[in-house]
């Protein structure tokens, strides 16, 4: 009943190939980002911005980057965490070279060098797969993490070895660095997050994620139909890297401040991995999802023995929800392979056939 | 399966109305001081971080039971759990910053440098006591950030001049081998620059042995180098489980234990006695007394521990991480008590702490008063130097505890306040525009 979608006739072609032809779709998306670009920056607090959407918003565009590559081409990779390094430390050396430079511009622009870096690393890809796969990416994730401690020139000599963020303002606002409002880079997140996720919604859809898909499913029949093996792996591991690039660089201007090497340790990888795989491989809104289980859970859990008055210490509470979010983890991977997504798709359709199921 | 996947479906359900009513602050209580803990009890560190974290709670909350509080206004402790992990740190920070925290102390350079330039834009002091950023000691720069009593690079300078004075003076270091084990992190590469300017001066050569943070359980290779280099001393800047693993190989190598030297973070007895009884002569620094024979540790255990308040293994108490955890305590009371003294409130804001931190000036009466005499050196902090360069001592394992085997040491102010002056000013200059400071001085 909620989401029927009959009696909605589709008179163009244009209309008929819409990102959201189903008009509740439409809607869905519009109340969203309402809610994001309206309804969140009026009521909520800075704890809220700063360490719950922030955050949020920026795993979930590391989990698309990496969906990308392992949802829809199919190659998997451990190595997410370092090429978001590589587009922190990017975005860092170009900032302090041209510090007048619009500091977003420099983050998307960062993620250029994250994709040249990706797509070196992914020509193994054209040899081997799979496991294998994963493997050499595991490679690229300690060489770069090497590359981040050992050569000084990317942390600009820094006695601390850490990069740390300078203050840049866009349009009079200040969006980096101490003195930012959690509000200001709330917005500058929440922007480039959206841009890009509707970017890529329109590119998989395309010649070229479907030339993905095709090579996911099977790479000798693609081959046989036409699709260039290398080209199309290799530009995989570019946009990926590209988006896992930027999203790094936002992971360390709009949220953290400063970041050390160990921050874009192999942990990292494992963290967006592991959102992708929850939220479901190939799947946009799964990685939202994913993001918001593997961040947003945690930090909740942590709120509920104070809330139902329960006097317990700090490391209780993090043991606790360790256990939960472990034995939730179990639990839907067991109950649903394909994540947080296809249990989406079963809502839909329950939500369709209510109130009288069949 | 169909009533499965509805149970699925219903979990997530319930899992998303949950997140949206959970999220809620608890209000701060009246007249309170609120003292924020960032701690680690978990993690790869939690092993020198418990001790840490309960020396810390311990002393707080025994002042709390015993006078009330401070100055009649009882504190507020809430303990957050970082993990050593960045995320976190800087989660838990944006999590209790609105409560009114007074100070914070994250026990980890990582977040430390995370907090450094938030501090004056929140009004918020950090006091990293003997780790973090060295060049914060210069107050000018850094008037929010405190590293009393002392920096790493102050720490580097004393285990030269102890190792000069082994050898029967300075001179004759010319020509020796210092090797130089450390985690592979900001923490353990700081110290550095000085020890390369030292080795220049003294004619010592320095070799230095990286350990990555992943493989602080697997030192072999690390081990194995020194072996083939036979350096004349060793020196050690670890933390967590390297500490223990790079006594053990030192044994295992037979590495004259007399010529090993810790940090002050490397003085752990947990991580001295995973060497056993062959790691007698270890030596590490400290600047915080061992033992329990203070009326003041005598008081925590009464207060707090005996009566079950908190949850301290009392065998550990009096061990040298456990009595540092109470040496930053310490400090942070007292640094209140002198904000109260000056502002005249009980209920004080960060930035009388910040005053009182900077007036900060810890007699010997006074430790005595605080039932602490001879547990630290008597500490000043003045306007211009937030960490005050203060004398440290060695003291050696002796196969079951450490015993104080020399007398306080200077470091070598003149060749360490150079470095942190032009430290500070490239800091500075790199973060541009770092905010000039403004805060008049208390003192």
Redesign the interface.
């Known amino acids: 009943m909620f989401y029927r979608e009959a009696g909605q006739y589709k008179t163009s072609y244009e209309a008929d190939q819409a990102l959201f032809p189903i008009r509740q779709d439409l809607v869905g998306i519009g109340v969203i980002l309402l809610v994001a670009f309206v309804v969140i920056p009026l009521t909520a607090?800075?704890?809220?911005l700063?360490?719950?959407m922030i955050?949020f918003l920026v795993f979930s565009l590391a989990a698309i980057g990496l969906n990308v590559l392992t949802g829809f081409c199919g190659q998997l990779s451990l190595g997410t965490g370092a090429f978001m390094g590589v587009g922190a430390y990017a975005a860092y050396k170009l900032t302090?070279i041209f510090?007048d430079v619009n500091v977003v511009f420099l983050v998307l622009l960062s993620g250029f060098f994250a994709a040249f870096i990706g797509a070196i690393f992914g020509l193994p890809s054209l040899r081997i797969k799979g496991l294998y796969l994963a493997v050499t990416t595991l490679a690229a994730q300690f060489f770069l993490e090497w590359c981040f401690?050992r050569i000084p020139w990317l942390y600009?000599y820094?006695?601390?070895?850490?990069i740390?963020i300078?203050?840049r303002e866009m349009f009079g606002v200040v969006v980096s660095?101490?003195?930012a409002t959690p509000l200001a880079r709330y917005f500058v997140v929440l922007s480039i997050t959206v841009a890009i996720a509707f970017l890529i919604a329109n590119v998989l859809r395309g010649r070229i994620g479907r030339s993905w898909m095709m090579i996911r499913d099977m790479d000798i029949a693609a081959e046989l139909m036409g699709i260039r093996p290398l080209q199309t792996k290799l530009m995989a591991f570019a946009v990926s890297s590209y988006i896992c690039g930027v999203a790094g660089a936002m992971m360390v201007f709009f949220?953290?401040?400063?970041?050390?090497?160990?921050?874009y340790?192999?942990t990292l990888s494992f963290q967006i991995l592991f959102m992708v795989i929850l939220g479901g491989l190939g799947s946009l809104g799964g990685a939202f999802l994913g993001a918001?289980?593997i961040w947003?859970?945690p930090?909740?859990l942590k709120?509920?023995p104070?809330?139902i008055g329960i006097e317990i210490?700090?490391?209780t509470?993090?043991?606790l929800t360790?256990m939960v979010v472990g034995a939730?983890i179990i639990?839907?991977l067991i109950?649903?392979p394909h994540g947080?997504a296809r249990?989406w798709q079963?809502?839909k359709q329950?939500l369709r056939v209510w109130p009288f199921p069949y | 399966m169909k009533h499965v996947k509805n149970l699925a479906l219903s979990t997530a359900v319930a899992l998303g109305v949950a997140f949206s009513g959970v999220l809620s602050e608890a209000a701060k209580a009246e007249d309170s001081n609120y003292v924020p803990l960032l701690t680690y009890r978990t993690g790869p560190f939690a092993g020198s971080g418990i001790h840490i974290a309960n020396g810390m709670a311990d002393y707080l909350h025994m002042l709390n039971e015993r006078d009330g509080g401070i100055g009649g206004v009882r504190l507020e402790i809430e303990e957050c759990e970082t993990g050593y992990n960045a995320q976190k740190g800087v989660e838990c920070y944006e999590a209790t910053k609105g409560k009114g925290a007074l100070v914070y102390n994250p026990y980890s350079t990582g977040i430390t440098l995370q907090l450094i330039p938030k501090a004056s834009v929140d009004k918020i002091p950090v006091l990293s006591m003997g780790y973090g950023l060295s060049a914060a000691a210069v107050g000018e720069t850094f008037p929010w950030v405190f590293n009393v009593p002392d920096t790493y690079w102050d720490g580097a300078s004393v285990v030269i001049k102890y190792i000069g004075e082994q050898e029967g003076g300075r001179e004759n270091l010319k020509g020796k081998k210092i090797g130089y084990i450390f985690l592979d992190a900001g923490y353990g590469r700081e110290p550095i620059p000085l020890l390369e300017q030292l080795a220049e001066k003294y004619g010592f050569e320095l070799l230095q042995y990286p350990v990555p943070g992943k493989e602080m359980q697997n030192q072999s290779s690390q081990w194995l180098n020194v072996r083939r280099d036979r350096p004349d001393y060793m020196v050690m800047w670890g933390w967590g489980a390297m500490n223990p693993t790079a006594i053990k190989e030192a044994v295992k190598i037979r590495f004259p234990m007399d010529k090993f030297i810790g940090v002050w973070w490397s003085a752990g007895e947990d991580d001295a006695a995973a060497g056993g009884a062959a790691a007698a002569g270890y030596k590490a620094m400290n600047f915080s007394g061992v033992g329990m024979d203070f009326p003041a540790l005598q008081d925590i255990k009464k207060y707090v521990v005996d009566t079950g308040k908190v949850p301290t293994d009392p065998e550990s108490m009096g061990g040298t991480l456990y009595n540092r955890g109470v040496l930053n305590s310490v400090i942070i009371a007292e640094g209140i008590r002198t904000a109260q003294e000056l502002t005249g409130k009980k209920v004080i804001t960060g930035a009388d702490m910040r005053m009182g931190l900077e007036s900060l000036d810890l007699t010997e009466e006074r430790l005595a008063e605080l039932g602490l005499s001879g547990f630290a050196h008597p500490m000043k902090v003045t306007c211009d130097d937030h960490a005050g360069s203060h004398p440290v001592f060695i003291q050696e394992w002796d196969g079951e505890k450490f015993v104080k085997v020399t007398d306080w040491i200077e470091p070598m102010r003149d060749v360490v306040r150079p470095l942190l002056e032009a430290a500070a000013a490239d800091y500075a200059e790199k973060n541009a525009p770092w905010p000039a400071r403004t805060e008049p001085c208390p003192n």
């Open positions: 607090n800075d704890f809220f700063a360490s719950i955050p302090t510090p401690i600009n820094n006695a601390s070895g850490a740390e300078p203050k660095g101490a003195e949220w953290l401040n400063a970041a050390e090497p160990s921050s340790s192999i918001a289980f947003i859970l930090v909740a709120f509920i104070g809330a210490g700090a490391e509470v993090e043991h360790f939730l639990f839907f109950v649903e947080f249990l079963i809502a329950k």
